[in-house]
C-alpha cells in the first residue's frame, strides 16, 4: 500500500491504467502504471508486491563484456519448463557478446529477434500484464534502460497426465479423458476436430484467482445467438474465485431453482466433440477435467456415449432401460408405500398377504419403514464417497448389515421394503449421468411423501408436477424436453430411440440454425450389386 | 396478453386431450343405450358445424380471443357484459369438471380424504401450469398424449385378450328408433364434451399458424369422438348397455373386468392415470381460459397475476358448486346443459356471428 502511493508519486496513472484495474479488479494489490526503466527498481517492485514469495525466482546478471547492461529474468517456480529457460533463454542471454555500441534499445531488439528461441515472446509494458503472464508460466526479461519487458512464453511444470475418466466410463470408446490442464483439454478436442472452424476464446474469470475460462464451439455449426448468450453470461460474472466449472454452471444457467441440471458436464473429450458438431458451446475451466456443454436438453442425460459407438439396436434398447430405470429410481419406494398403504386390492392377492405377514412384526407403518431405510442408504452412499479408500470396505460390511437380514430379523423393516430399496440404490446408480441421478434422489422424497399422503393419486400428481416444471424450463433458451416437446419428428430420432447412424440426418434444430444438415444422402449401407458380382 | 406462441401440433394434442378430458371416464351418452356411439357420433358432426361458427368469428378477428370481440360486436356496455358472461362460465366449467374429478376419485378409490384436498391438490397443479403459460401447457400436453395413447391401446389389447366383448350386447341398432338417440344428443354428447369447444377460440390468437387452424381443429375433433364412440361402445360390448346406463364410472368397470394370465388384472391405476391426465387438461384449458379472458376484460398486463385469486375461487365453488354429488350431477344434466351451456355456446355464437356477418356487409 505504502508503495504503490510512493509509485503514484512517480509517475501518475494515466487513463489507460484505470481502465485495466477496473477490469482487472486488482487495484489493491498490483502496482498500477508501466515499468520502469531501471531494472533494480523493478526487480523491487516485483519483490514487494509478491511479498518476497520464495517461488518467484530472480535471476540478475549482465549482457555484454565492455559495456555490461544489466538485465534480470523472473519466473515463477513450478509453473514453467526451466529447462525451457536454462537452454533456450539464460544460456543464450548469459554468455552472447554484443557489440559495444549497442544501445539498450538495440540489445532488445537483438534479444527479442536473436536470442529468445522460446515459441511466443510479447512486449509487456503495464505491471498488470507482467503479473498476469508472470503467474500463469511465463518468463519475463527486464532490461536496464527501457521501460518494456519481454514476456517468454515458459509454461510448463507437473500436471496430471492423461488418464481414463473415472466417471462415464464405457467399454467401446476412447479411453482418455480431460485433465486439470486446459491447453491439454483443448488439444484433445482439437485432436478430434481438425477444422479451423473450431473456435476457441479465453478470458479470464475471478478477481483473486485469475481463471482461464475457454468457449469451444464450431463457427458456422453453432447458433451464434446461443454462442453470444453463452459468452454474455460469462463477461457478467464478477466473482472473487473459480475452481471448477461448477461454479461457472451455477452463474450461468437459466433457472436456479429447479432440481434438473441446465448443462451438461463431462470429462470425455469424444462426448464434447460429438456435442460441438451437433452445434453445442463448451466452457472449458482450468483447474477441472470437467468441461460444461450448455444449451443442454433432458434426454441428454440419458444418451451414454456408447449409444453411438454401439450398433442401434442395442442402443435403443439400452435407452428403453435407461428410461425405466430413472423411472424406478424415482418411483419405486413411492409405489410400495401406496400400495401398501392405500391400495392393497391392485396387489396380487398372494401377494398382498406374503407383504401383511412381514409386516406384522414392523412397528412403523410403510411410510416410516421407507424413510428410516431411504434416510439409512444415503447415509452409507455419502460414507462411501468421502471415506478413505482403506476404509471402505468396513462401510460395505457395515451397510450390507443395516440393509440386510439383520435389519430384517431386528423387526425394523419388512424384507420387501430391503428389496425395495435395494432395486432404487441400484436404479439410481445405473443412471448415466450422476447430475440426473441426485436430481431423482431428491425427488424420491418428495414423491414418497406424497405417497404417504394421497397414495397413487399423490404420485401421479407428483409426477404431473414434475413435467409440468421440466417442460417450462429453458436451457439457453431452447426446451428442456425438446425435441419431444415440442415434438421435433427430425430429431426424435435420438431421444428415447436412436434411430441408425446412417438415419442421423440433421442435427438438432432447436440448438443450431444455420447449418442442419448431418450427412450425406444414401448413407444406408447396401449389398452389392449382384450383376456387377457375376 | 401472453406473447408466447403454440403451433399447430399442440393445438391438435390439446384439443384431443380436453376433448377426452374427464368425459371417457363418465358414461357420456350412457342413455342411448346400445346406440351410444351414434349418439356421440353425431354430436360430434353437430360440434363440427357448431366449431365452424366459432372459426367464422375468429376469422373475423384473428387477433382477438372471444372475450374481445364479443365487446367489438356488441358495443362496449353489452360487450363488457357478455365477457364477463363467458369469464364466468369458464371458472363454472372448471369449478363443475374439479368437482366431477374429485367426486370420482373420492368414490372410487379415498372414501376418507376430505374433498375439498382432493381437489386443492389438482388445482394447485393446474394453477402452477397455467402460471407457466399456455406454452408449457401444450408441451406437457405432447408428452401425456403418448403416454395416454400408450395406455388407450395396451387397454384396448388386454380388453381383447381376456375375451370380454360381446358384439351381441350392441344389438339390436336402433331399437327405439332415432328419438332416444337425438335427445341425448341433444341433451348431453352436443355440448360435452364437443360443444366446449368453444372454450379454444380464448386460444385461437396464440396460434403461430392460423392458416392450420381450422383443419386441425376440426381433425382433432373427429378423432376424439371416434375414441370416444369406440371406448363406449367397448363398454357397452363389455359390460352391457344397462349397466353402462346405470354405472358412474363404466370405464373403471370394464378395467377392472380385465383378467389375463392370472397376472394383469385390478389395472385400477390405468384408470386413475387417464383420469387424473384428462382432467388436468380439460380444468387446465378451461382455467387458461378464464384467466387470460379476465387479464383481458380487466386489463391486467400479467395475466399470470390472477392465476392465484381465481384459482382459489374456483377451488371454492367447485365445493360450493353442489351440496352432494347426485346434486352435482343432477345440475349437470337438467339445468347445466339447458340454460348454460346451450345459450353460451350455441345461440350467443350464432347470434354474434349474424351481427358480425350483418356488420360486415354494412
Known amino acids: 500500500m505504502l508503495f504503490q502511493w510512493g509509485l503514484r508519486k512517480k509517475q501518475p496513472a494515466n487513463s489507460a491504467t484505470t481502465k485495466e484495474q477496473e477490469q482487472s479488479g486488482q487495484a489493491k494489490d498490483v502496482p498500477n502504471g508501466s515499468l520502469d526503466t531501471i531494472v533494480n527498481v523493478n526487480i523491487d517492485i516485483v519483490q514487494r508486491t509478491t511479498g518476497n514469495s520464495s517461488d518467484i525466482v530472480i535471476r540478475r546478471f549482465t549482457i555484454g563484456e565492455e559495456n555490461p547492461i544489466h538485465a534480470a529474468i523472473v519466473f515463477t517456480d513450478g509453473l514453467v519448463d526451466e529447462k525451457i529457460i536454462y537452454n533456450f533463454l539464460l544460456e543464450s542471454l548469459m554468455t552472447v557478446n554484443i557489440p559495444s555500441s549497442f544501445s539498450p534499445k538495440d540489445l532488445f531488439l537483438f534479444i527479442e529477434q536473436k536470442l529468445a528461441a522460446v515459441g511466443g515472446v510479447k512486449h509487456v509494458q503495464q505491471w498488470f500484464d507482467v503479473f498476469s503472464s508472470l503467474l500463469s508460466g511465463q518468463t519475463i526479461i527486464f532490461i536496464d534502460g527501457i521501460p518494456t519487458a519481454l514476456s517468454a512464453s515458459t509454461k510448463g511444470g507437473e500436471y496430471r497426465s492423461i488418464e481414463e475418466p473415472s466417471t462415464q466410463l464405457a467399454i467401446r470408446g476412447p479411453r482418455e479423458g480431460f485433465t486439470e490442464s486446459l491447453r491439454t483439454n483443448t488439444a484433445m478436442i482439437r485432436r478430434r476436430i481438425k477444422n479451423p472452424n473450431l473456435w476457441l476464446e479465453t478470458m479470464k474469470i475471478g478477481e483473486v484467482t485469475q481463471t482461464d475460462v475457454g468457449i469451444m464451439y464450431i463457427k458456422g455449426i453453432a447458433n451464434d445467438e446461443i454462442v453470444e448468450e453463452v459468452k454474455k453470461r460469462l463477461r457478467s460474472i464478477h466473482i472473487d474465485s473459480v475452481f471448477e466449472s461448477g461454479y461457472i454452471e451455477q452463474l450461468i444457467e437459466d433457472q436456479t431453482f429447479t432440481l434438473f441440471p441446465t448443462t451438461y458436464h463431462t470429462e470425455r473429450p469424444d462426448v464434447v466433440a460429438a456435442n460441438l458438431v451437433e452445434g453445442r458451446v463448451a466452457v472449458i475451466v482450468d483447474g477441472t477435467p470437467f468441461v460444461l456443454l450448455a444449451p443442454a436438453v433432458f434426454i441428454q442425460f440419458f444418451q451414454a456415449v456408447e449409444d453411438y459407438y454401439a450398433r442401434f439396436d442395442i442402443a435403443t434398447a439400452l435407452r428403453f432401460l435407461r428410461v425405466l430405470i430413472f423411472f424406478i429410481s424415482l418411483v419405486a419406494p413411492a409405489v410400495y408405500i401406496s400400495a401398501t398403504t392405500f391400495h392393497q386390492e391392485m396387489i396380487p392377492t398372494p401377494l398382498v398377504i406374503a407383504i401383511a405377514a412381514q409386516r406384522e412384526a414392523v412397528p412403523f407403518p410403510a411410510f416410516v419403514e421407507a424413510l428410516i431405510m431411504e434416510v439409512t442408504f444415503e447415509i452409507l452412499r455419502e460414507a462411501g464417497v468421502r471415506l478413505p479408500r482403506a476404509v471402505g470396505q468396513a462401510v460395505s460390511i457395515v451397510g450390507a448389515l443395516v440393509i440386510g437380514q439383520s435389519a430384517v430379523e431386528a423387526g425394523i423393516v419388512s424384507s420387501a421394503m430391503v428389496i425395495i430399496v435395494s432395486i432404487t440404490a441400484i436404479a439410481s446408480f445405473a443412471t448415466p449421468s450422476f447430475a440426473i441421478a441426485i436430481s431423482a434422489r431428491l425427488i424420491r422424497f418428495l414423491l414418497m411423501f406424497l405417497a404417504a399422503m394421497f397414495g397413487f393419486y399423490g404420485v401421479i400428481i407428483g409426477l404431473l408436477l414434475m413435467t409440468i416444471h421440466l417442460c417450462s424450463l429453458r436451457s439457453f433458451g431452447v426446451p428442456y424436453m425438446s425435441p419431444l416437446a415440442p415434438f421435433i419428428p427430425a430429431n426424435a430420432g435420438d431421444t428415447i430411440f436412436r434411430v441408425p447412424t446412417w438415419a442421423f440426418k440433421e442435427r438438432p434444430r432447436l440448438i443450431n440454425q444455420a447449418n442442419i444438415i448431418r450427412q450425406g444422402e444414401n448413407q444406408r449401407p447396401q449389398p452389392p450389386d449382384e450383376t456387377n458380382n457375376e | ?362
Open chain 2, 1 to 362: 396478453m401472453e406473447q408466447t406462441k403454440i403451433n399447430a401440433r399442440q393445438l391438435f394434442v390439446l384439443i384431443v386431450l380436453f376433448e377426452h378430458g374427464s368425459t371417457m371416464v363418465i358414461p357420456l351418452g350412457g342413455e342411448a343405450k346400445q346406440d351410444v356411439w351414434l349418439a356421440i357420433l353425431i354430436g360430434m358432426i353437430i360440434g363440427l358445424l357448431l366449431f365452424l361458427v366459432y372459426y367464422r368469428l375468429y376469422l373475423y378477428y384473428p387477433d382477438l380471443p372471444l372475450t374481445g370481440y364479443i365487446q367489438d360486436i356488441t358495443g362496449p356496455i353489452f360487450g363488457k357484459i357478455f365477457a364477463l358472461v363467458y369469464v364466468l362460465y369458464f371458472l363454472y366449467l372448471v369449478a363443475r369438471v374439479l368437482r366431477d374429478f374429485g367426486e370420482l376419485l373420492l368414490t372410487f378409490a379415498y372414501p376418507e380424504t376430505p374433498l375439498f384436498v382432493l381437489n386443492a391438490i389438482m388445482m394447485l397443479t393446474v394453477m402452477y401450469a397455467v402460471y407457466k403459460g399456455i406454452e408449457v401447457l401444450a408441451r406437457t400436453g405432447e408428452l401425456f398424449f403418448t403416454l395416454l395413447y400408450v395406455l388407450a391401446i395396451s387397454g384396448m389389447i388386454l380388453v381383447v385378450a381376456a375375451k370380454l366383448i360381446d358384439i351381441h350386447r350392441l344389438q339390436p341398432v336402433l331399437e327405439e328408433g332415432w328419438r332416444r338417440v337425438f335427445k341425448v344428443v341433444f341433451h348431453q354428447t352436443l355440448y360435452i364434451p364437443f360443444g366446449e369447444i368453444i372454450v379454444f377460440t380464448m386460444l385461437f390468437p396464440y396460434i403461430n399458424n392460423p392458416k392450420k387452424t381450422k383443419i386441425v381443429a376440426l381433425s382433432a375433433m373427429t378423432l376424439s369422438g371416434i375414441n370416444l364412440a369406440i371406448m363406449m361402445t367397448v363398454n357397452v360390448a363389455v359390460l352391457g348397455a344397462d349397466a353402462v346406463s346405470r354405472s358412474t364410472f363404466p370405464l373403471l368397470n370394464t378395467i377392472r373386468e380385465i383378467q389375463v394370465a392370472n397376472f394383469l388384472e385390478r389395472l385400477d391405476v390405468f384408470f386413475m392415470i387417464a383420469l387424473i391426465i384428462g382432467g388436468f387438461f380439460k380444468i387446465g384449458v378451461f382455467f387458461y381460459a378464464a384467466v387470460i379472458g379476465a387479464a383481458h376484460l380487466f386489463n391486467v398486463k400479467e395475466h399470470h397475476r390472477l392465476v392465484y385469486p381465481l384459482g382459489l375461487a374456483s377451488l371454492l365453488l367447485s365445493i360450493a358448486v353442489a351440496s352432494n354429488f347426485p346434486e352435482h350431477v343432477k345440475e349437470g344434466v337438467n339445468i347445466a346443459t339447458v340454460y348454460i351451456h346451450m345459450p353460451l355456446q350455441i345461440i350467443l355464437p350464432v347470434l354474434l356471428l349474424a351481427i358480425a356477418w350483418i356488420r360486415q356487409r354494412m
